[in-house]
């Protein structure tokens, strides 16, 4: 079993930054591969970013791609996303997910274990 709380959500103003956290706990965090997905109102959960398990391998949807970055700390049991240039469509509540396989999925059904997601609100 694996345990991930998301932090770091919140209103930003359009252009602005943030940065979320996915802490780990439970099994070996340095196994899985770890995901960002999205979900806003009325809408399907949709992937955001992925990254291996060694964090040599990453992918992104092609609407953040430059703009958002993910990344692991696999000795601080985390993985991040740093969001820049932020828009009012990147509103929406995110969820990290792990991935057992330990590649950089990009799909719903691939991951194994989900957060319980923070708020991101950009205004115009």
């Known amino acids: 079993q694996v345990q991930l709380v998301e932090s770091g959500g919140g209103l930003v103003q359009a252009g602005g930054s943030l940065r979320l956290s996915c802490a780990a706990s439970?099994?070996?965090?340095?196994?899985?591969?770890m995901g960002w997905f999205r979900q806003a109102p009325g809408k399907v959960r949709d992937f955001v970013a992925a990254?291996?398990?060694?964090?040599?391998?990453?992918y992104y949807r092609n609407s953040v791609k430059g703009r958002f970055t993910i990344s692991r700390d696999n000795a601080e049991n985390t993985v991040y996303l740093q969001m820049n240039s932020l828009k009012p469509e990147d509103t929406a509540v995110y969820y990290c997910a792990a991935d057992s396989a330990g590649i950089a999925s990009i799909g719903v059904n691939d991951y194994d274990y989900w957060g319980q997601g923070t708020q991101v609100t950009v205004s115009s």
């Open positions: 990254i291996d398990w060694s964090g040599s391998m990453t």
């Open positions: 439970g099994r070996t965090f340095s196994n899985y591969g």
